[in-house]
């Protein structure tokens, strides 16, 4: 593989700002910062730019384009949400072997009831019978068969469908999820809820659950909730981004017609992304913030994620949208720092990706470029000079949204 050193750049290890350091890669893995350059070696000029680890979306549905996609945005690593085996098993082993397409972790298919959320929202999709528990002794079974498609952790998802817009849809019962937390834990899989009501959050929080894949929008929240999660060391991903499109907020549009954006996107993700779902009020965004406020305050760890999924979920577009939610988090209330922390080293941390979301000795070359400086003005992600996956360097040109895989 390569071996080159970035000189004159800022460098933000994924923590904390280490200001202008060289830092060398070779082989794909970051072999040293700040030391010696080795003689011979490709000088990369970084002046005026500032290296970051490669972004981590935290809540995506993917498929190969839309990992190709994401990795022109400078997004190296998407965490799946929920995903259909046939697509993701083969998918998993087009990321090992291409430096081209962003790399991808991912329960499978959630638990959820027949005919349950997100069933409602697939239709069209052309998807195969879902496999799923109705009793609490059906639990161990279905565990093992999502570990046995690869699944890096599970998912359970606890909806009735109202902030979607739909008519009520069967909830998966309290037993049922608890059972999950019990069978997934004992093989030592994490287990993730969407939930995102305070009642569903209060079931799923008892329950045992890792972590929230969404943040809860139906009503303010309580301070005894907000104490319950942070006692209990549950992240949460706010996907702030899905739910602006659920409130009829234009923040994907205003992304869309950012000129950093617009070339990068095919006309069918621009107009995906320029929608809304809008099937809630629009007070409900206000409650979200300010329960992000509320959890930022009582140290819970936050990772930025996007629900990014597929032509014909609006308001979202792989890569893109990750910027547009460090955006948002900053304009409620985080600093840039921990905006960039949350889509680097924390859901690093928190997924066992013992091997990326920092730039330190050792660890993968997952690297994006960016012009100007991001720990103080967040915009300046969406600048981006370059993008490096294992230490292989892909151009924007060569990785945008209509290039073929090489």
């Given at each position: 593989m390569d071996h080159f050193v970035i000189t004159g750049a800022r460098v933000f290890d994924g923590e904390n700002s280490l200001g202008i350091v060289d830092v060398e890669v070779a082989d794909g893995r970051i072999a040293s910062i700040?030391?010696?350059?080795?003689d011979g070696v490709e000088l990369i000029d970084g002046t005026g730019a500032t290296l970051l680890p490669g972004l981590i979306d935290a809540h995506t549905h993917t498929d190969a384009q839309s990992l190709r996609q994401a990795l022109t945005?400078?997004?190296?690593?998407?965490?799946?949400?929920?995903?259909?085996?046939?697509?993701?098993?083969?998918?998993?082993?087009?990321?090992?072997?291409?430096?081209?397409?962003?790399?991808?972790?991912?329960?499978s298919i959630g638990l959820t009831p027949e005919g349950g959320h997100p069933h409602q929202?697939?239709?069209?999709?052309?998807?195969?019978?879902?496999?799923?528990?109705?009793?609490?002794?059906?639990?161990?079974?279905?565990?093992?068969?999502?570990?046995?498609?690869?699944?890096?952790?599970?998912?359970?998802?606890?909806?009735?469908?109202?902030?979607?817009?739909?008519?009520?849809?069967?909830?998966?019962?309290?037993e049922l999820v608890e059972a999950t937390v019990r069978e997934s834990h004992r093989r030592g899989k994490m287990v993730l809820a969407h939930a995102m009501t305070v009642e569903t959050v209060?079931?799923?929080?008892?329950?045992?659950?890792?972590?929230?894949?969404?943040?809860?929008?139906?009503?303010?929240?309580?301070?005894?909730?907000?104490?319950?999660?942070?006692?209990?060391?549950?992240?949460?991903?706010?996907?702030?981004?899905?739910?602006?499109?659920?409130?009829g907020e234009p923040v994907g549009r205003r992304l869309a017609e950012d000129q950093r954006v617009y070339p990068k996107l095919t006309p069918e993700w621009r107009e995906n992304l320029s929608?809304?779902?809008?099937?809630?009020?629009?007070?409900?965004?206000?409650?979200?913030?300010?329960?992000?406020?509320?959890?930022?305050?009582?140290g819970v760890d936050l990772l930025v994620g996007t629900d990014a999924a597929h032509l014909g979920a609006p308001g979202m577009a792989h890569g893109a949208s990750l910027h547009g939610e460090l955006q948002l988090l900053t304009k409620a209330g985080f600093t840039p720092t921990e905006a960039l922390r949350a889509a680097t080293s924390i859901p690093a941390k928190r997924f066992g990706l013992t091997d990326r979301?920092?730039?330190?000795?050792?660890?993968?070359?997952?690297?994006?470029?960016?012009?100007?400086d991001p720990t103080v003005t967040i915009d300046?992600?969406?600048?981006?000079q370059r993008v490096w996956r294992n230490g292989t360097y892909r151009a924007a040109a060569a990785i945008n949204a209509s290039s073929p895989e090489a």
């Open positions: 700040g030391g010696n350059r080795p945005f400078g997004v190296t690593t998407e965490l799946d949400m929920l995903s259909m085996p046939e697509q993701m098993i083969p998918l998993r082993r087009r990321t090992a072997a291409s430096n081209n397409l962003a790399d991808v972790r991912s329960p929202l697939r239709k069209g999709e052309g998807d195969p019978p879902w496999p799923t528990a109705a009793r609490a002794d059906e639990v161990a079974a279905f565990v093992e068969a999502r570990i046995a498609e690869g699944a890096d952790y599970l998912k359970v998802l606890v909806e009735d469908g109202r902030l979607f817009g739909s008519e009520t849809l069967p909830r998966l019962a309290p209060e079931q799923v929080v008892d329950a045992g659950v890792d972590g929230l894949t969404h943040l809860f929008a139906d009503r303010p929240h309580t301070a005894r909730l907000v104490e319950k999660i942070a006692a209990s060391n549950i992240f949460v991903i706010p996907t702030l981004t899905v739910l602006a499109s659920i409130t929608g809304t779902m809008s099937t809630s009020p629009r007070k409900h965004f206000d409650y979200a913030l300010e329960t992000l406020a509320a959890l930022r305050e009582a979301g920092r730039i330190k000795p050792g660890l993968r070359a997952d690297l994006t470029m960016v012009t100007g300046d992600t969406l600048d981006i």
